[in-house]
């Protein structure tokens, strides 16, 4: 079975330092990998995607995640967190024909002043 | 362009009573998506469609079913609600990898 997990429920960062968000994988296969955001009351936005190629990826505002397929993980960074980054975020990984995705639980960001 | 849209966006339920809701998009998507939203649990899908005519079974079908008789709009129905249904259903179309999210519709059943 294909299941993703964000051992952290909740992240508190202060503004202007760097905020990791973690997330872990296990498919039976070659794992394609997302990250998407959710506002208050909003539908989920793409942040970035792993597909093939470079581990590291870049994204929407400023995010970037990285790719380690001996450690299942595919964790989302960025440099300078802002309080307007407070949201939810969701990881989640399809396999070859992108029919099914699988979300983690979601890990809720604070990014205090 | 309103990308994808929901019908309605909140709904209030008797147990038993049935409902249908409506995913529409104007994006031209062949892949359109039917999940559920529960605290803790992420989402979890209840049912896919890779092109007009289709219908697939996610990992939560049961209690649901869908139409896409049309490639712009995929319903979701409730035959039955039960109180484990209450949730927010989220709907998504694709054409590329990115998923794009409806906004939601807010679904109680008392």
């Known amino acids: 079975a294909q299941s993703v997990a964000q051992p952290e429920d909740q992240v508190n960062v202060a503004e202007g330092n760097p905020l990791t968000v973690k997330c872990t994988y296990s498919?039976?296969?070659?794992?394609?990998l997302f990250w998407y955001v959710q506002y208050p009351n909003r539908g989920l936005q793409f942040l970035l995607k792993y597909i093939t190629g470079d581990n590291l990826v870049k994204g929407s505002y400023g995010f970037e995640a990285e790719f380690n397929k001996s450690q299942t993980s595919f964790h989302l960074k960025k440099p300078s967190a802002l309080v307007s980054d407070s949201a939810l975020y969701f990881c989640?990984?399809?396999?070859?024909?992108?029919?099914?995705?699988?979300f983690g639980s979601g890990t809720k960001l604070n990014v205090k002043p | 362009n309103a990308g994808v849209t929901q019908t309605p966006k909140f709904r209030v339920l008797k147990t038993g009573q049935s409902m249908t809701l409506l995913c529409a998009q104007d994006?031209?998507?062949?892949?359109m998506y039917w999940y559920r939203q529960d605290p803790g649990m992420g989402l979890r899908l209840i049912h896919y469609?890779?092109?007009?005519?289709?219908?697939a079974k996610g990992e939560v079908p049961d209690g649901y079913n869908v139409s896409r008789l049309k490639k712009q709009n995929f319903l979701l129905g409730l035959e039955s609600a039960a109180p484990s249904q209450t949730s927010v259903y989220f709907c998504?179309?694709?054409?590329?990898?990115?998923?794009?999210f409806g906004p939601g519709t807010r679904l109680t059943v008392t």
């Open positions: 469609s890779v092109g007009e005519g289709t219908t």
């Open positions: 998504a179309s694709r054409g590329g990898y990115e998923q794009y």
């Open positions: 994006m031209n998507h062949e892949y």
């Open positions: 989640a990984v399809s396999l070859y024909n992108f029919n099914k995705f699988y």
């Open positions: 498919v039976s296969g070659n794992p394609y």
